[in-house]
């Protein structure tokens, strides 16, 4: 049987670099009204949380951390003096509150769980090599932050009333919601009807 055979060369031409740019989707550009901030855990198998939406209101932060002074006025033996106590950087205490307020909800259930996994996993603390969770708040400044998580609460403060709404009995009309960010998680989510604050002190400005 005749065979044949063909052979090809192949001409490569001249290296071209060229430059690639990548947004992740859903988290904005900085300083943006659409820019989502973001908690980053050490821990790679805990994945970093690009927030659903970004809080309501927050305490002690605008474009940079808010240290408050301490003024006090003190008697002594010649009259009234004021005497002012600075607060440092680590001292200051985050607040960030998703309000829930008549038919809004505070959040999807998915994020809930995403902020209660970093709240419930704190970073192993070295004194030779610390590590923190690293806060993003892109909304406001391209800046880091290391953060240690302090609290989470759903509803009454320092409580965990996790109710969830699906819609199930005419409770919201919107239907539940596919998890977006675990197309494999079987686990539908709904909306978290009840106020959640996330607690967090600053330790100190990323390098």
């Known amino acids: 049987m005749p065979t ?7 001409f490569l031409g001249p290296t071209v670099d060229e430059d690639l740019a990548v947004e992740l989707l859903s988290i904005g550009s900085p300083l943006t009204t659409s820019a989502r901030r ?3 855990h050490p821990d790679t198998e805990i994945v ?15 474009t940079e951390p808010l240290p408050r002074p301490d003024a006090q006025a003190l008697k002594t033996l010649g009259g009234t003096r004021v005497v002012r106590f600075e607060e440092a950087l680590e001292d200051v ?14 959040m999807p259930s998915h994020f809930l769980r995403q902020l209660y996994d970093v709240w419930r996993n704190p970073p192993v603390l070295s004194l030779t090599d610390p590590v ?19 609290d989470l609460s759903v509803g009454t403060a320092g409580r965990l009333e996790v109710t969830e709404l699906l819609a199930q009995g005419g409770k919201f009309d919107g239907g539940d ?25 600053i330790v100190s400005e990323a390098a």
């Open 4 to 10: 044949s055979s063909v052979t090809y060369s192949i």
């Open 38 to 40: 973001r908690l980053v």
């Open 48 to 62: 970093p949380v690009t927030y659903f939406a970004n809080p309501d209101e927050w305490d002690f932060f605008d």
């Open 93 to 106: 205490i985050v607040v960030e509150r998703w309000l829930a307020e008549g038919a809004k909800a505070a």
């Open 132 to 150: 923190y969770v690293q806060w993003e708040p892109r909304d406001r400044t391209t800046n880091v932050y290391n953060v240690e998580i302090l």
């Open 177 to 201: 919601i596919e998890n977006p960010l675990d197309p494999l998680n079987v686990l539908r989510t709904g909306l978290i009807p009840k106020q959640v604050t996330l607690t967090m002190r």
